[in-house]
């Protein structure tokens, strides 16, 4: 998950409330996953179970994909004015403080309490810093940067949209990454599948797609480009519950994944028809802060306080004292980082564009605006 890709604001100013509640029912999913069954189940990362609340926090690891969706929404809206220097900044100064202060304190976690099932070198906390570690295959300091990466790769593909100036034809090109990604579900190419991010692109696809809606208004085109990612979204879903069930030792209800993802284009329809309501409109600002520091924070930390503080302290206390502090750490990265210094980090990165972007006109690229 990348933050800015799931903040409820444009770069234009407009916000879009109801994302901030939504990302954060999405983190949410994903804390209760890892906390009350993925740590447990995998066997390799803590020691204590939470059987209170495992068989429906087994569900929460689907959260990521709610994650991709609201990031097609939100990255297209801010794409949509058509700068690639405005987008390229917003996304480094947006992700990166904070994602270097989680990091931080995750690796200092691990060398202070994460023994003997934690561990890192400084070399591969330099890596992991960079936030391109997956790329090179260095391990991350924590699971949950994959979805980082993932992340990267779709803003690289929205920034090639801009430098090619074609955002304008955002529908067309959609519906030419929904086509391939039938294609290639059909004849698989590894190479052209991870290009295309094919795993999630129908969330990506379906979440870019509402803001089209949002923005535009509904029409028979789109329609069907949802329900081709619905379809998708589901096949992909429940093919892969076998593995996990294997994984996991556990049994999965189909039926409830098939509502989730079904609630999941609901919610977003929703919103993007902009039927949501006095309530659900309301500013939801600080479950909106809260989400990409608790994303990045809550994981390996929480699992090594569990290491740590069971059996001798009661479960119960372990587990909800746990998420108390990972969620007032998570307001302190955000007060204390995100709200003080984006600002500057940003005004600094749009100085080193300029740089960047002269070079560029001067090898004969003018596409940095």
Not at 209 to 222: D, M
Request: with cysteine.
């Amino acid at each position: 998950m990348g933050k800015e890709g799931l903040s409820g604001r444009c770069s234009g100013g407009q916000r879009v409330n109801e994302i901030d509640l939504l990302r954060f029912v999405a983190a949410m999913a994903v804390v209760f996953y890892h906390y009350a069954f993925r740590g447990f189940a995998g066997g390799d990362r803590t020691t204590m179970a939470y059987p209170l609340l495992e068989s429906v926090a087994k569900y929460g690891f689907m959260g990521v994909e709610l994650f991709f969706m609201i990031s097609g929404f939100v990255i297209l809206m801010t794409a949509a004015n058509g700068s690639l220097r405005k987008f390229v900044v917003s996304r480094i100064a947006r992700l990166y403080p904070a994602f270097w202060v989680c990091c931080s304190l995750t690796f200092l976690a691990i060398l202070l309490i994460g023994g003997p099932r934690f561990s890192a070198t400084f070399m591969q906390y330099l890596v992991n810093m960079t936030m391109l570690n997956g790329f090179v295959r260095v391990a991350s300091i924590d699971g949950v940067y994959w979805s980082l990466f993932v992340e990267i790769q779709f803003y690289a593909m929205v920034s090639a949209v801009l430098m090619l100036g074609l955002i304008s034809r955002a529908q067309a090109l959609l519906l030419a990454w929904l086509a391939a990604t039938v294609a290639l579900a059909i004849v698989p190419n590894p190479v052209l599948r991870f290009l295309l991010i094919t795993d999630y692109a129908p969330y990506f696809i379906a979440g870019a797609v509402f803001y089209l809606v949002w923005s535009s208004g509904a029409n028979g085109v789109r329609c069907g480009m949802l329900a081709a990612c619905l379809g998708l979204a589901l096949r992909d879903a429940l093919g892969g519950l076998p593995l996990f069930e294997q994984r996991y030792d556990t049994r999965m209800s189909r039926g409830t994944v098939v509502a989730i993802i079904v609630s999941y284009f609901v919610a977003m329809g929703m919103v993007a028809l902009r039927w949501t309501g006095p309530l659900l409109r309301r500013r939801w600002l600080l479950a909106g802060a809260l989400t990409y520091p608790l994303y990045l924070l809550h994981q390996n930390i929480g699992y090594m306080i569990f290491n740590l503080a069971h059996p001798a302290l009661d479960p119960h206390l372990v587990f909800w004292g746990t998420l108390a502090l990972v969620l007032f750490a998570s307001w302190l990265v955000h007060a204390g980082v995100e709200r003080r210094y984006t600002g500057q980090f940003m005004r600094a990165c749009d100085g080193a564009v300029d740089a960047g972007a002269g070079l560029l006109r001067r090898v004969g690229t003018g596409r940095w605006r």
